[in-house]
């Protein structure tokens, strides 16, 4: 079963033209390019986040952990999109204001992106081809190795501080 695995995740790479995530190069919020590439040797916390969402308040969590992980080679990148519910109807600078006005974010965020659907990010469609199928909705959350293999898949309702989150966290860094 492990192999299959492993031969379904080197499928999904060669066919995005990745070897993993931090292949990818994405828009930061600002518009300029923003290689995953820099985060190499970094944990990293990939979540598709929205303004107006049930699940907005994790914003806190984010940046709680964020914060307590940073200086141990810890980031959370941030992916607005607006595939559900149209919950992120803003511009990038109205996105970057509001999470730095409402939630003191200070984490990397990215531009605005499609999670899923046919305009669907290749990243997104990297992450969800070798990890757990389509995003079900606004923040999920992908942890990213430091060699950027995806290790770990968590759904929207589970918060960013939960111990199964931190845990793998705690875990990955220490690898």
């Given amino acids: 079963m492990r ?7 080197a499928m999904t ?4 033209g990745a070897s993993n995530v931090l292949d990818f190069t994405l828009n930061s919020i600002d518009g300029k390019p923003a290689p995953l590439a820099q985060y190499k040797g970094k944990v990293v916390l990939i979540v598709n986040v ?3 969402c049930g699940f907005t308040p994790q914003y806190t969590g984010l ?3 964020y914060e307590k992980y940073k200086d141990q080679g810890f980031v959370i990148l941030g992916f607005p999109a607006n595939n559900f519910g149209a919950q992120e109807p803003g511009t990038n600078e ?5 999470c730095s006005s409402k939630y003191s974010v200070t984490f990397p965020m990215y531009a605005k992106i499609s999670v899923k659907g046919s305009d669907i990010a290749p990243l997104y469609a990297y992450l969800t081809t070798a990890k757990g199928g389509d995003i ?4 999920t959350k992908f942890l990213i190795g ?3 293999a995806i290790l770990d898949r968590f759904e929207s309702p589970v918060k960013p501080d939960d111990p199964k ?3 793998a966290i705690e875990k990955a860094l220490a690898q």
């Fill in 63 to 65: 940046e709680k952990i």
């Fill in 136 to 139: 079900k909705w606004n923040f």
């Fill in 3 to 9: 192999k299959l695995i492993v031969a379904g995740v």
């Fill in 94 to 98: 109205e996105i970057k204001t509001f």
């Fill in 165 to 167: 989150v931190t845990t």
């Fill in 13 to 16: 790479a060669a066919l995005f």
């Fill in 146 to 148: 430091k060699n950027g």
């Fill in 50 to 52: 929205a303004s107006r």
